[in-house]
């Protein structure tokens, strides 16, 4: 651009920040032809912080109000970024009453994100002249040659002003210092050495001459030469590359010997950039994907309904082969150059549901969650759009299978997202804010790139299903095993009945022992199901019935045996079992209730010859704990896999023929609007673990309440008599689907401000809510961390009127947080809260 064209323009970038909307900087001359919109850029914000933010759009209007600061330095060559992704995101931030910087810093890889005080080097070009350094100039250019690295507090401190941002953008300016490329650009490529022939030993004839005299006065150094030839076949049509590391481990080489015929220029080293990712081959192809009758109808229904842009409900009985369905699914969008988002629930189901996509699409998949480091989330975002594939990572994903996370990711042709165990709670992100559903947030994610979207499960969500009947989705059933083999046999166990008699051995009933000895004597396999992980619910004096309790939660904390410490599992507050009752000083204090690590003890000591594994999240908080665990259990090293809820998610093990519910009376009698929903789907898809493969399973549910008809409808797999009896109750009561619910939770350090102000902002809510709105009312634990909470509910219309009502209720909050006596209570919104 020539002088006579410069136009003065504007970036309004994004923050990673509760703040809201978009901040206006100036954009430098020559940044000008560098910068686009989603490219990250390093900005001012505040007197002594520089972020990362990212540019939403260019424009050649100013701020009104204030002068612009200017963009510091440009991160990115290419946009990490897409249009859709911040459309995506603005509709976030306003279905779910959040700001769009909580959403992008939900979204971003943290290593995309500069969140912390900012540090600065001497640029690598830099020549010291004093001459034309400033006083201040000066002294931080002497301060970074003796310590190398400042931070901006650091450098206000050496030269004595507070202000120092100025100071440090004209340095920047002037090219005397950079931004730590740690802080802008925190993703480091995996880099490797390679060995390869050099150029003047390629030919045949003169590479033997070498070889010969080597022979005479290197033999070593032949040996080596002979082991790169042999693994690198270089002089056949599949040459391979060698790597340094593959070619150090041949036996009787050394690094000495390589690094002589290094010197001798025989041999040369390069570097390649590396995939952090573990990839595989496919090993099969669709075509040896049979379906039964069954199976083809489903097909043809879900592939007509996908093709009109429908959402499509498959509700598909355990077993029933849905992912076989999935497959071809992906297949024929692949053909089309689209994309494929897999969502899963859980991290658990993805090593086993990778395996198989891999089978059929080899390198095309690729995973997403969070156990995976920085790094790899890195590289896996980069390879999700095409545009930004770097050099030597392999070629982009064309499928990503991945929790809720992964549908933040830059998809450039996306065509199909699958949403698998669509009615799992695990979808809906609690805290922090965005606080998202992502089966409904994938539906908007398809309309925005006009993707077509796939619900499957064998117990739909009451709302799936209510939108499926009320001709919103396209429903598809499949009610029919795979294979024709017969659901599992269902049977109670009346533990109240067994108790009184005295024949329970702890918490195993006789008819549930018998069967485990029973499977285990078949060389079969055994899932026993706890909600509740840790050792002992509670330990409880028996004199005065004292039970220790969380010192910054009104919660009882939990024994886990395996670290010998009490524990809460809502702030992670740990303490010893204490020797006497704190209150009465008696020495009789009793382990009361139990949970997974409970079980397996137990378990164990009744079955001393087996191997049991114990699945729940104090054992699979490691990337690879849940691959290694499930793995076992497949290879069968593992006879009896103890779990919380994990174990009843969509796992797939042909030899288990028994599944045991120790305790089903929690689940139905939490209280909660959605618990026969919920209980019901869990113990449908725990006792779906059974017999999946080669005879009919075994379901054995310990009760003391066998009448309650959760049991009967999970024993006649009767999926509608639930929804039609929860939607009778919904519907007299005003819940979803009939209506949306928005929680508001208070929370505040001092009770007495709390009740205050929870009673304040309830009246000024009540006049757009009247006979709708529940509290203000302490939850089941009413206070965390050393917060008191407190919730109100408002019941929400649906369509325009129920928009209006939610701007509305959103105004009246805005004006709570200005009053001057609450302006310390903190106000979380919960959009469609599970």
Not at 76 to 96: G, I, T
Not at 784 to 796: E, G, P, Q, R
Request: some cysteine; proline content about 4%; glycine content about 6%.
């Amino acid at each position: 651009m020539s002088a006579d064209e410069y136009i003065t323009l504007f970036a309004e970038v994004l923050l990673p920040l509760p703040v809201k909307g978009y901040f206006t900087y100036r954009i430098t001359r020559e940044m000008q032809n560098a910068i686009e919109p989603g490219m990250r850029v390093v900005v001012q914000f505040g007197s002594k912080k520089l972020y990362t933010a990212l540019v939403r759009r260019i424009t050649n209007q100013p701020p009104k109000v204030i002068s612009a600061k200017y963009i510091l330095s440009v991160v990115d060559p290419v946009p990490v970024v897409n249009e859709k992704q911040f459309l995506f995101w603005e509709w976030m931030a306003d279905y779910y009453v959040c700001t769009e910087g909580e959403v992008m810093n939900a979204a971003l890889p943290s290593a995309y994100k500069l969140a912390s005080e900012s540090r600065v080097v001497l640029d690598p070009d830099y020549v010291h002249d004093s001459s034309v350094l400033s006083d201040y100039e000066f002294m931080v250019i002497e301060a970074l040659e003796l310590q190398k690295i400042l931070s901006i507090t650091e450098i206000s401190r050496i030269v004595g002003i507070a202000k120092v941002i100025p100071l440090v953008k004209t340095m920047l300016e002037k090219k005397y210092i950079r931004v730590e490329e740690e802080i802008t650009e925190r993703y480091k490529p995996r880099i490797e050495w390679f060995v390869r022939l050099s150029d003047t030993h390629q030919d045949h004839e003169l590479l033997q001459q070498e070889m010969d005299k080597l022979n005479a006065k290197a033999y070593k150094q032949l040996q080596l030469l002979m082991a790169y030839i042999s693994l690198s076949n270089c002089f056949t049509d599949k040459t391979k590359e060698v790597s340094r590391v593959d070619l150090l481990k041949t036996p009787s080489v050394s690094a000495s010997q390589l690094d002589g015929l290094l010197k001798k220029g025989i041999l040369e080293l390069y570097q390649r950039n590396i995939s952090r990712l573990e990839q595989k081959d496919s090993s099969d192809i669709i075509e040896n994907i049979h379906f039964t009758e069954a199976q083809q109808k489903a097909y043809d229904d879900v592939n007509s309904g996908l093709q009109l842009k429908q959402t499509v409900l498959l509700k598909g009985v355990t077993s029933s082969g849905k992912t076989e369905i999935y497959i071809r699914l992906i297949d024929e969008v692949l053909k089309k150059g689209q994309q494929v988002l897999y969502l899963l629930p859980e991290i658990a189901l993805t090593s086993q549901i990778v395996r198989r996509l891999q089978k059929f699409f080899g390198v095309d998949v690729g995973v997403y969650h969070s156990k995976y480091n920085e790094h790899e989330r890195i590289e896996i975002w980069s390879k999700a759009n095409q545009s930004m594939v770097k050099e030597g990572t392999g070629t982009p994903f064309r499928i990503i299978l991945g929790a809720r996370s992964a549908m933040f990711l830059p998809f450039n042709e996306l065509g199909l997202i699958i949403v698998d165990e669509e009615h799992d709670s695990s979808y809906k992100q609690t805290d922090p804010a965005p606080r998202y559903n992502a089966r409904d947030a994938a539906i908007m994610l398809g309309r925005l790139h006009n993707a077509s979207v796939l619900l499957g499960t064998a117990t739909p969500s009451v709302e799936s299903h209510y939108n499926a009947e009320a001709g919103k989705y396209k429903l598809v059933e499949l009610n029919e095993r795979f294979g024709g083999i017969e659901m599992p046999e269902i049977r109670l166990v009346n533990i109240k009945e067994e108790t009184r008699f005295k024949r329970m051995k702890t918490h195993f009933s006789p008819q549930l022992l018998g069967a485990i000895e029973g499977a285990i004597s078949r060389s079969e396999q055994v899932i026993l199901f706890q909600n509740r992980r840790g050792f002992s619910l509670r330990i409880e004096c028996d004199n005065c019935n004292f039970i220790p309790g969380c010192v910054q939660c009104d919660v009882t904390l939990t024994y886990h045996k395996h670290i010998n410490v009490l524990k809460c599992h809502y702030c992670g507050y740990t303490r010893l079992i204490p020797p006497t009752c704190p209150e009465c000083g008696s020495p009789s204090i009793k382990l009361k209730g139990f949970g997974t690590e409970k079980v397996e003890e137990e378990l164990a000591a009744l079955f001393p010859d087996i191997t049991i594994a114990r699945m729940d999240l104090d054992t699979t908080h490691t990337k690879n704990a849940y691959h290694k665990i499930m793995q076992e259990f497949e290879t069968r090293k593992t006879d009896v896999l103890v779990g919380t809820q994990m174990v009843t998610k969509g796992l797939d093990f042909d030899n288990v023929s028994l599944v045991g519910v120790l305790n089903a009376d929690g689940l139905i009698s939490y209280p909660d609007f959605r618990s026969l929903e919920r209980s019901f789907q869990m113990l449908a898809q725990v006792s779906g673990r059974a017999g999946r493969k080669t005879k009919q399973g075994l379901v054995l549910i310990q009760t003391y309440n066998p009448a309650h008809p959760v049991h009967r409808w999970v024993i006649q797999n009767d999926y509608q008599s639930m929804f039609s009896q929860v939607l009778l109750d919904r519907h007299k009561f005003t819940y979803p689907p009939y209506v949306r619910l928005i929680l508001v939770s208070l929370r505040h350090k001092e009770q007495a401000v709390l009740d205050s102000g929870a009673t304040k902002l309830a009246g000024m809510l009540k006049s757009g809510f009247t006979g709708r709105i529940l509290g203000p009312e302490y939850p089941n634990v009413s206070r965390v961390k050393n917060m008191y909470i407190k919730n109100i509910i408002l019941k929400v219309s649906k369509g325009l009127k129920g928009q209006d009502m939610k701007k509305e209720a959103v105004h009246q909050i805005d004006l709570f947080k200005q009053l001057q006596d609450y302006k310390s209570v903190r106000v979380v919104i919960d959009v469609d809260p599970m």
